[in-house]
């Protein structure tokens, strides 16, 4: 019997992955082919969606951009052998878009059935979990921050410190938070794990109960993702069944549950602290800190807040341990980011790499460049609210503290190309616009800031590119970065400034910089 995969993430579903599944059974069915359907995940290379995979002796020969139209063609020229077809791209693993990543959080994604526990355990699942409960809370606490792992969300802090102050933390009920509000432009590594490998964030989320001693976990997931939801959840009764949760965790004596949350669809409720507001049932807006949430977290407990990249990493960190995945990086950025190319890029998907990576090699080596074809002129890294890279930048590695010296982020590592047609001082103006509607108010930088900058930059726009009103730019910038609660605010100007400074024609400034403009009518 044959097998053959079709993936079920949203983005094959967008483009006719159910239906395709059906009319693949149908024709088998009609020509007494016995085969067998798997729904997996995405391989993450989202340009060749639906990309159908076929098991045969030399490996799984994948179809790119299949319709249910080709399907009769396909079996005519015998696919489910691995036939030769216009659509067919190979041997899947082969693809160098594939072959040249260092796949450790996504080695499984696309590979098993998201929901198969048999696929999950085949593939190494829960050697992690196994040996976190063997190790001491302590120790493991130590090794986690050994290994290098920061949070993958885009703050970037230190998982075994945050993890740590948890363990010590005295209270009877603690707990663990997965943010999977993935709300940035560009960003799908998240949902990606989600949809396509739930059980390693699960596994993770029970790692990190039982390695802090909290009892209970919840995964906020955006509303926006009602296909992550689905999964998530069939996800987490099988698990229960299994005996992962409960009372007791592979019949140790560590008790945990888990459950999912659904957001309202609020872009800050990314932020950990409006999160929380969130998931307590209240208006999600910020929380002042101290006290941290490590020590006040969900409901006045101790709290571990991990975004769901972090918490997919866990496991590996676990099964192979911390001086394995430290070898992966540079500097004090260590392991793999999942990078996610989107905007106006040829080949537009996920990319897993070692820190270090440059932007020109994943725009041009895994992007191919632009698919509009022409001159890319800037990349913006981080989210709506990155910097815009110019070219000249394209070289820096990609490392937090490389990044930072220059007044960038790598943030949750999602890369939005534009060419050589966008005007910058145009998504700077949308960056504050899109500030003023997501604020949360509580702040008055952010919540009047944002106004007031996108009234600024339309003067600017519309003409007067006076050293006063550029200096007003940039004087508002400074207060939104110094005097916002959190990164909504606090980050706004990145994009704002980094398109001032680097693409100051747009502005109808001096193309030698915004602090040489125009002289006042």
Not at 93 to 104: A, M, N, S, T, V
Not at 161 to 176: D, F, G, L, P, S
Request: proline share 4%; charged share 20%.
């Amino acid at each position: 019997m044959t097998r053959i995969y079709v993936p079920r993430d949203s983005s094959a579903l967008a483009l006719g992955a159910d239906a395709l599944a059906d009319a693949i059974q149908a024709e088998a069915a009609r020509r007494g082919i016995a085969i067998e359907l798997v729904r997996n995940g995405s391989r993450g290379l989202l340009w060749l969606e639906p990309l159908v995979e076929v098991q045969t002796p030399e490996g799984r020969i994948g179809y790119a951009n299949v319709e249910a139209s080709d399907v009769t063609e396909l079996f005519d020229v015998g696919f489910v052998d691995g036939g030769e077809h216009a659509r067919r791209v190979g041997v899947v693993d082969e693809i160098p878009y594939l072959k040249k990543q260092q796949r450790l959080t996504f080695a499984r994604i696309g590979i098993t059935d998201p929901l198969s526990i048999d696929d999950y355990v085949a593939h190494g699942g829960l050697e992690g979990l196994r040996n976190a409960l063997q190790t001491d809370g302590d120790a493991a606490c130590e090794a986690l921050i050994e290994s290098g792992l920061r949070g993958r969300g885009g703050a970037a802090f230190p998982a075994g410190i945050k993890w740590r102050t948890v363990r010590a933390a005295k209270a009877a009920q603690k707990y663990i938070v997965c943010n999977a509000d993935e709300g940035d432009s560009g960003t799908f590594s998240d949902r990606l794990v989600m949809e396509s490998d739930p059980y390693v964030l699960i596994e993770g989320m029970i790692i990190a109960g039982v390695v802090t001693g909290a009892s209970a976990g919840y995964i906020y997931v955006r509303s926006e993702y009602p296909h992550s939801i689905a999964t998530l959840e069939a996800a987490i009764a099988k698990a229960r069944a299994a005996g992962w949760l409960g009372d007791s965790v592979l019949g140790s004596a560590h008790r945990f549950e888990l459950f999912v949350a659904k957001g309202a669809g609020s872009y800050v409720c990314g932020e950990e602290t409006a999160l929380l507001e969130s998931l307590e049932g209240k208006r999600g807006i910020v929380r002042a800190k101290p006290p941290v949430p490590a020590l006040v977290g969900l409901y006045g407990q101790p709290t571990v807040i991990n975004n769901v990249i972090t918490l997919a990493t866990v496991p590996i960190i676990f099964a192979r341990g911390a001086a394995y995945y430290k070898d992966f990086g540079m500097g004090r950025s260590r392991g793999t980011l999942p990078f996610q190319l989107a905007g106006n890029v040829k080949q537009g998907g996920l990319v897993e790499l070692a820190f270090g990576v440059t932007l020109r090699e994943l725009l041009y080596d895994f992007g191919g460049g632009t698919a509009s074809g022409r001159p890319a002129r800037a990349v913006q890294v981080g989210g709506p609210l990155g910097t815009y890279l110019p070219e000249s930048q394209w070289d820096i590695p990609m490392d937090y503290e490389a990044y930072a010296a220059v007044g960038a982020v790598v943030g949750h590592g999602g890369l939005v190309v534009h060419d050589d047609t966008s005007n910058l001082a145009e998504l700077a103006q949308y960056a504050m616009h899109f500030c003023a509607i997501e604020s949360c108010g509580k702040c008055t930088p952010c919540r009047i800031g944002s106004t007031r900058g996108v009234e600024v930059i339309g003067r600017i726009r519309n003409g007067d590119t006076s050293t006063r009103q550029v200096q007003l730019l940039r004087d508002l910038c400074d207060t939104m970065v110094s005097g916002s609660l959190c990164a909504m605010g606090g980050m706004t100007p990145y994009p704002v400034l980094s398109a001032l400074d680097h693409f100051p024609e747009d502005f109808g400034l001096a193309v030698a910089g915004a602090d040489a403009p125009k002289a006042a009518a």
